[in-house]
């Protein structure tokens, strides 16, 4: 079980915007956090002292910019960058977070008023708010312009909260089981209350912004039409059969296509369809070789999927998992959606914390071992490592 201090996801007419989804760009910044390699200032990285050129690779420093305005002694738990890649935005433990200059180091916002730890600090979609959330239930909006609260709410205790991608509405996810979304700023509020009693786990929103999967902890996923307050498909959850998700659902993503979702539990990687629910295909199970009548929780491997995404360019039809094994390594899996069967498995030194697309076949794992490495999905090779943190990266964003 996770201590208090430790993250592991009535009626409005027009809710919605009628614009088109913001289409991603190849990324090319890459931003990450550390849970101990933090300060009071921001420096360059770069050391003039030839000498220095020899020093053992353990001592490595890919960093580019490092941002020490964080407590020394404190997590730093989330990260976002604004789209026009000029500030960044970190949240802690130490209960508040800091939107700073890439550039420049400045600290641009300090959010203080949160009364645990920071667990979502994001930029809105056009970078105008940045939203955060702590554990213990408080959400604050800032005003970039003006750099004030404009806005707050006090809920349950927070699991995950999600911006939307083309509209300024919050959905945040709760342990009571409910959804709530919010209109901001001017905090108009509806509940999804259908898995109250659940432990809404993570969710997402879907390519066409107007529905949200949630999965709970039972394993269970509905998907919920986000105008009307219904549920759309109900994947139901199976304690003790292969066929389904049996324990809490870790992380969830939809298709380009909208109509495809991917969901992993603790030892099953699954395929599913929006509309009703069907699973279309188990693509990964780590219990597989035992009784049917053995649940996820019975995994004796001690082997954790942590992490899912789909590849963002719709003619590389592609899904990445990334797991943590029982001696804290970590295993990349590349599955071929159309084919359903497995491109590349790839052994890394750190367990993945969260797996990360460019718009074309390249992907980004964070370890726990402090290390971010490159990968491209076509051919399984690592092209990259980064480093610099000395400690598990428990977040990571690309800029578009």
Known sequence: MMDKHTPVSSEMKNFFLDEEMISEEEADEIFDLDTRYIGDSMSMNEDDDSDNQMEDSSQKDDAVYVFRGHSLTHSVFCCSLSKNSELAATGSEEDKAYVWNIITGEIILECTGHKDSVIFSGFNYNDMYLAT????????????????????????????????????????????????????????????????????????????????????????IRVIDLKTNTILSTMPCYPTQLHGHSSAITALDCHLNNNLLISVSLSKTILSMVHNGKITCVLQDLNSSKNEMTSEEDNANNVSIETVAFCKDPAFPVAAVGTIEQNSSGKLYIWDISKQILRHEITQEGGITKIVWTSASILFTAGLDGTLRCFDARTGCCLKSFSGHKETILDLCISE
């Not at 970039?144 to 609260?149: D, L």
């Not at 911006?163 to 009571?176: C, K, Y």
């Not at 432990?199 to 999965?215: M, N, Q, R, S, Y």
Request: aromatic share 10%; charged share 20%.
């Open 133 to 220: 959330g702590d554990m213990g239930g408080i959400v604050k909006l800032w005003q970039i312009s003006n750099k004030v609260c404009v806005w707050e709410t006090a809920l349950d205790d927070i699991t995950w909260i999600k911006w939307h991608t083309s509209a300024n509405i919050l959905l945040v996810g709760l342990e009571t089981g409910e959804v709530h979304m919010f209109k901001l700023p001017e905090g108009a509020c509806k509940v999804f209350a259908q898995g109250y009693g659940d432990k809404a786990e993570t969710g997402v929103i879907l390519p066409d912004g107007k529905h949200a999967a949630v999965g709970y902890y039972s394993g269970t």
